[in-house]
């Protein structure tokens, strides 16, 4: 059972480049999440999916999009990479109906923005 | 005003001590509160979750609810050289409804557990 997987795990991207980061899960989850970690920091929510079709903003959305096409891949979008992108990049999954469930994260994209 | 607060740390205790970590929340209506481990360069992994008010045993971790005061703490008995990591501490707030899980996340506490 592979989770969340998350490709690539490491890039170097150029300012004003555009990547897509990957993420999928086989665990049937609706909601999954986009989150970034900048060193020494917590995790904030850059976008949230509950399910195919349906996406909203969290905390720190500017520069980023997503799209949820099927229930098992949340693709990332960097549209104009710049150096305050750079971070580590973790997705994560959650079962929506059972109370408390805890969220499964991915190994997380280590992206650096020269 | 951070929504989820942790003192940063370092934390250090000797191997066999017990390690006290803590953590604040602005969001009265706060339903869960997750603690997730994080060693250097990995994913965060889930520790314990609590909802309830008073305590939370598993093996040598016990979590502490206090939602009067808005406080939440995880206590390490037997603290091991390999508990030395990051410590988060994750809070589903009350979004007026159904938050849809998300989550809050302090800074987290950095622990050394030396020998």
Known sequence: NAGVT???????????QSMTLQCTQDMNHNYMYWYRQDPGMGLKLIYYSVGAGITDKGEVPNGYNVSRSTTEDFPLRLELAAPSQTSVYFCASRHPMVPNQPQHFGDGTRLSIL | QKEVEQNSGPLSVPEGAIASLNCTYSDRGSQSFFWYRQYSGKSPELIMFIYSNGDKEDGRFTAQLNKASQYVSLLI???QPSDSATYLCAVNPNAGGTSYGKLTFGQGTILTVHP
């Open chain 2, 77 to 79: 008995r037997d603290s």
């Open chain 1, 6 to 16: 998350q490709t690539p795990k490491f890039r170097i991207l150029k300012i004003g």
